[in-house]
């Protein structure tokens, strides 16, 4: 990772991008959430981790074709975005031969997961037919 440019949608607190900075990358996070913003800058100063912070979507960046060499997102626009619109972006923004990371969790955890964050529960919250991610953009 050493040299290599890197963006992550959706990025929240930066935790990720802490990480990839200290491999050597330069990082370009991308956070949705102006509280999970301030903490995230918070963090990378106490931490010294060269990051560059953009108040943004996930979904339509803004930022210039084919600029990075790898897109992670672990918890992040790859599970909250509908696929069909953060995934062209991603394609739209990596190099030729560069690399989409991404973990998240099981759609199933997704529709038991309560509205207000709260843990997940045996019951249904959202319907599984026709899901497209879980939008908590209002919820700070």
Do not use: K
Request: hydrophobic content about 40%; charged content about 20%.
């Amino acid at each position: 990772m050493s040299g290599m440019n890197g963006i992550e949608p959706g990025s929240g607190t930066g935790y990720v991008s802490g990480w990839i900075s200290r491999c050597g990358s330069r990082v370009t996070a991308i956070v949705v959430s102006i509280v999970q913003l301030a903490t995230a800058r918070e963090l990378a100063a106490e931490h010294r981790a060269d990051i560059t912070f953009i108040e943004g979507n996930a979904e339509a960046t803004g930022l210039p074709d084919v600029s990075f060499d790898f897109a992670i997102s672990e918890y992040g626009a790859s599970i909250w975005c509908p696929p069909d619109r953060w995934l062209p972006e991603d394609w739209r923004l990596l190099r030729t031969g560069g690399w989409l990371v991404f973990l998240g969790n099981h759609a199933l955890s997704l529709i038991c997961s309560p509205l207000d964050v709260s843990p997940t529960e045996w019951m249904m919250h959202r319907p599984y037919r026709g899901m497209r991610g879980a939008d908590r953009t209002e919820i700070e």
